[in-house]
């Protein structure tokens, strides 16, 4: 009984000295500096050690990507590093598209470094040839962080070709377009649209577009202008290369 | 012969089968499984690929630890309890004992994967993604691969102690993931034909790795199947051969 006792004593002691000793080791790492990165490892080295899991491994790293983004937006860190991570998850896995196209936004607005931004796009649309995401975002952080329309309509003219993403991107093409005071090229465009639209609620914005055009046009006839400016040349076709 | 192997091979599935070990297995599928439908929360946006990529890295995973924890010690085992001795005196060849103890062991991988493929098609299904059909493409892929690894246990058990065969057939595992990436750099540093010929002794098992052409949605030429069914069964009839014939030295008094 007495035998029993003290086991139980010893028992408790060790269970109440681990108890301490996980609590000052998790304060130990709370008050560490920021080791997000150090925790991913070089990529040359996380090739090898991926082996045949290259994919779930890049998931990996794309959460912990997340993750560390996510501390920046609580001032735990100042994203320099974010880069490092979106070069290991698209090393890993060039076709993880998504990959790409959060990790140029997160680069052009938060990192205010939009030609990093482009340059992960570019990446991305050489891995993923077929892809309207990629260059609708090339097209969308141009327009919206560069301020650079004439870039914009041609990166929507080149989504514009893909199939999947042809009607959003002839969409933001007409848009621009009309912007620029090409009247005639976003007249062609959403004439387009509204010809080739299954979409019946688009099929009503793209007729109101072509009204308000045609009526930009008629009233700047009336002004007696013959000249439509940059909106004479031929409208953006997108094809080319990024 | 084949009713002989069919027999040991039965009986090796059915002593696998009791080991709790694959029950511990199937039980962190699940939770595993059902984790990296968790995990999906930290990745808005690519919830589908995540869950399918750790499902189908989840089966694999499991399946290779089921055969170094278990595969590597089946031969050793039966040497240990005597029961080996018993068996050889029956009318039974060494190759047959191996390859009926090879097939035992695929046979419980089969099980597994089936049953773990299962859970994950529950899992994909009740997280709304939808279970699709081309996923079987990577799971066969997988089942492969562990054709291959198997009768690399099984070669290694012959021989040596079950730690040191699964030491073994898990570095020939790595090294099977490695060769594409090693042969390359042969080739870009000139070429050495003595690194290529021993390259040809560890198994491609790039060959087998179909997930990432099924996570992304590209089509997998059929060739390429009929090509890795082919290479898996060549390698592993290699293998075992090669086993028997060690086993056959063997003095097993």
Redesign the interface.
């Known amino acids: 009984m007495k035998q029993t006792a003290w086991k139980l004593v010893v028992l408790l002691s060790l269970v109440a000295a681990t108890v301490s000793v996980t609590r000052v080791g998790r304060a130990q790492i709370r008050e560490a500096p920021e080791t997000a990165v150090s925790a991913l490892p070089a990529i040359p080295f996380l090739?090898?050690l991926a082996?045949?899991?290259?994919?779930?491994v890049a998931?990996l790293a794309?959460?912990q990507a997340?993750?560390y983004y996510g501390e920046y937006r609580q001032g735990g860190n100042d994203l320099s590093e974010f880069q490092h991570f979106l070069d290991a998850v698209n090393t890993l896995?060039p076709?993880?598209e998504?990959?790409y196209v959060?990790g140029a936004f997160v680069l052009a607005t938060d990192g205010r470094d939009l030609d990093a931004a482009l340059e992960v796009l570019r990446r991305g649309a050489r891995a993923l040839p077929e892809s309207h995401r990629i260059p609708f975002e090339m097209a969308f952080l141009t327009y919206v962080m560069g301020g650079d329309v004439d870039a914009a309509v041609h990166y929507f003219g080149f989504a514009a070709t893909k199939p999947e993403g042809r009607e959003r991107a002839l969409r933001f093409q007409a848009f621009l377009n009309r912007r620029l005071g090409r009247l005639e090229t976003a007249w062609v465009l959403w004439n387009d649209l509204y010809h080739n639209t299954d979409n019946p609620s688009l099929k009503i914005v793209a007729r109101e577009s072509l009204q308000r055009i045609e009526a930009a046009l008629r009233e700047r006839d009336a002004q007696g202008s013959a000249s439509d400016g940059p909106g004479t040349r031929p409208p953006e076709t997108g094809k080319g290369d990024l | 012969m084949f009713a002989r192997v069919l027999t040991i091979a039965r009986w090796t599935a059915v002593e696998m089968l009791r080991e709790r070990i694959l029950y511990v297995v199937l039980l962190f599928a699940a939770v595993l499984v059902a984790s990296s439908s968790v995990l999906t929360t930290l990745a808005p946006g690519a919830q589908r690929k995540i869950v399918i990529d750790f499902g189908l890295a989840a089966i694999d995973m499991l399946a290779i630890l089921v055969i170094l924890l278990n595969g590597s010690s089946l031969v050793r085992r039966e040497m240990d309890r005597r029961s080996l001795d018993v068996l050889l005196t029956k009318p039974t060849t060494r190759l047959e004992y191996l390859f009926g103890k090879w097939l035992g062991l695929v046979s419980t991988l089969l099980v597994l994967t089936v049953v773990m493929s299962g859970i994950l098609a529950l899992s994909v299904e009740a997280a709304g993604f939808g279970w699709q059909a081309r996923y079987l493409g990577a799971i066969a892929g997988t089942v492969c691969e562990l054709v291959v690894i198997a009768s690399v246990a099984v070669l290694f058990s012959t021989f040596t102690s079950p730690t040191l065969a699964s030491l073994f057939t898990l570095a020939l595992f790595v090294a099977g993931h490695l060769s594409q990436g090693m042969l390359k750099m042969i080739e870009a540093g000139g070429g050495n034909t003595l690194l290529e010929r021993l390259s040809l002794a560890v198994p491609s098992l790039g060959l087998f790795n179909l997930r990432g052409e099924v996570v992304h949605d590209i089509a997998v030429p059929p060739e390429r199947f009929v090509v890795a069914v082919i290479y898996a069964l060549v390698y592993s009839i290699t293998a075992l051969y090669l086993a028997a014939l060690i086993f056959r030295r063997r003095d097993l008094r």
């Open positions: 090739e090898v082996l045949g899991y290259r994919e779930t998931d794309w959460m997340v993750q896995d076709r993880f998504h990959a959060l």
